[in-house]
């Protein structure tokens, strides 16, 4: 895991947050989420930088499709948000869940 991932993951295992069950690594299709709460249908994912470039947009866009496909939702944060306001991204997951 990235550091990023190392330090969201810190604040959302072991059912801190409302007490759901994120997984991480999580196998879904021919895809791997960072992180996944299957009662919440969420899948959370923490981008670095090849994910802003042209290909990288377009194989995040075909990945989006195909787990809002089966029903998900993707919600995507930069690792730099993650370590610069990690309360914020925690924040912003609460809303979902």
Do not use: P
Not at 16 to 27: A, C, D, V
């Amino acid at each position: 895991m990235t550091d990023a991932e190392i330090l969201l993951w810190s604040k959302i295992k072991g059912k801190q947050l409302k007490g759901m069950q994120f997984y991480r690594q999580k196998i879904i299709g021919r895809y791997i989420a960072d992180f996944y709460c299957a009662a919440a249908k969420l899948v959370v994912e923490v981008d670095g930088s090849q994910h802003y470039t042209d290909d990288g947009r377009k194989s995040d866009a075909i990945r989006d499709a195909y787990m809002n496909g089966l029903g998900l939702k993707v919600v995507r944060f930069t690792d730099t948000a993650v370590l610069t306001n990690i309360d914020g991204v925690v924040e912003h997951l609460f809303l979902f869940l």
